[in-house]
């Protein structure tokens, strides 16, 4: 897999050139109910998940634990604990609450993002159900995920990126700034 290093974090280069956009009445949100197991929580994700319990005054458990990793809670059903099911469609119930409440496992969705020593890596998980997401689109991946990239590793890195996007990507910026 081709990787490009931007501030110790290794990005997939095809993350730069992929058009992406979400599309809920396709997909139906199944990213919330037919993942591949649990969502992984970081130590700070677990402390706001857990002043979020103790404000809703909340006696229920949203996380998780294997001894060595943390994770949402899945429902009875398998699903996401914070999933809401309305009209077929699965929604996030932290959404409306404070977007930037859900894990990054859940914002960066399609992206996956892994760490090891002192380096992160970005990679694109693809999954069948979101192949239309992938398909006819006019938003890079990164452009229809640039609140969430910023607000994860912040406005600098991003800046970083968009220019090793126009420096090694220029057959493909067309007027993007």
């Given at each position: 897999m081709d990787m490009i290093l931007i501030n110790n974090i290794y990005i997939q280069k095809e993350i730069f050139t992929l058009k992406f956009k979400c599309d809920l009445n396709k997909?139906?949100?199944?990213?919330?109910?037919?993942?591949?197991?649990?969502?992984?929580?970081?130590?700070?994700?677990?402390?706001?998940l857990n002043d979020y319990q103790l404000k809703k005054d909340n006696d229920q458990c949203f996380i998780d634990s294997n001894g060595q990793d943390s994770f949402l809670k899945l429902n009875e059903s398998g699903d996401c604990i914070f999933s809401d099911v309305i009209n077929d469609i699965a929604f996030c119930s932290l959404h409306p609450e404070n977007k930037l409440l859900k894990p990054a496992y859940c914002r960066l969705f399609p992206l996956k993002i892994k760490r090891k020593n002192h380096f992160q890596f970005i990679t694109i998980e693809k999954r069948e159900i979101c192949d239309s997401a992938f398909t006819e689109q006019k938003l890079y991946i990164w452009e229809f995920l640039s609140e969430y990239l910023i607000f994860q590793f912040g406005k600098k890195w991003y800046n970083d990126f968009v220019s090793v996007f126009h420096s090694q990507f220029a057959e493909y910026s067309g007027g993007i700034s």
């Open positions: 997909c139906n949100g199944a990213c919330c109910t037919s993942g591949p197991g649990q969502t992984p929580l970081s130590n700070m994700e677990i402390i706001l």
